[in-house]
């Protein structure tokens, strides 16, 4: 009865112990990178590739997300080292399968991903969450396919026409990249992306009709 109660008390500890440390990991983030009102977080995972969380503010409506993201077109010029973006499939107006493709500089081999698109509205305020399908298609033989990604964008209205814009995710990088080259990769690659993208989604051309935009 002892040793029973033992190994009891033993399981409740190692219980408590994995509880606090994924405690731990969700609530523990660290500021990377700051500058030209993009802030840029990241936090460990216990997989070694960290997760991020990436803010700004832009002059715009929320609802410039969604079209922004619409002109597929337009992703190399906002997503850093975006190749181009391939919608696979329109399931609806608000759910979409997506292959994205990236450019790695020298020696890393070049990148895609496959992901879920489902975007939601709540009030005033846009949710683009994005799923990792990365078996919906088969790799592509120059493309090292990404896998486990994940990501939530926001847009949510602050006031006088800005918006707040944020990006939280992460993934799997694949192949045999390094961890803390994949981490650091991340970081700068979010800060750029938010970087241009508050330069492109203030565009007339994205703003809903009827819609003050930063140009008013």
Request: charged share 20%.
């Amino acid at each position: 009865m002892q040793c029973s109660t033992s190994k009891t008390v033993a399981y409740l500890i190692l219980l408590m112990c994995s509880i606090l440390s994924n405690q731990t990991y969700a609530e523990t983030w660290s500021l990377k990178k700051q500058k030209h009102n993009v802030s840029v977080y990241s936090q460990k995972t216990e997989s070694g590739y960290d997760q991020v969380l990436a803010k700004t503010q832009v002059q715009a409506h929320p609802l410039a997300l969604v079209a922004l993201f619409d002109d597929i077109e337009a992703c190399p010029k906002w997503i850093h080292n975006c190749i181009e973006v391939s919608i696979l499939e329109k399931v609806s107006a608000t759910e979409s399968l997506v292959n994205t493709f990236f450019d790695a500089p020298w020696p890393v081999r070049d990148r895609d991903m496959v992901t879920y698109s489902t975007t939601s509205f709540t009030n005033d305020s846009v949710t683009i969450e994005l799923t990792d399908k990365n078996q919906a298609i088969p790799e592509h033989t120059k493309f090292v396919r990404m896998k486990k990604m994940h990501g939530i964008w926001k847009a949510t209205p602050i006031s006088n026409g800005m918006t707040e814009v944020s990006y939280q995710g992460g993934g799997d990088p694949g192949g045999k990249l390094p961890t803390f080259l994949a981490n650091r990769e991340l970081v700068n690659s979010l800060y750029n992306t938010l970087l241009s993208l508050k330069e492109i989604m203030p565009l007339e051309k994205y703003q809903p009709k009827g819609a003050e935009s930063s140009s008013h």
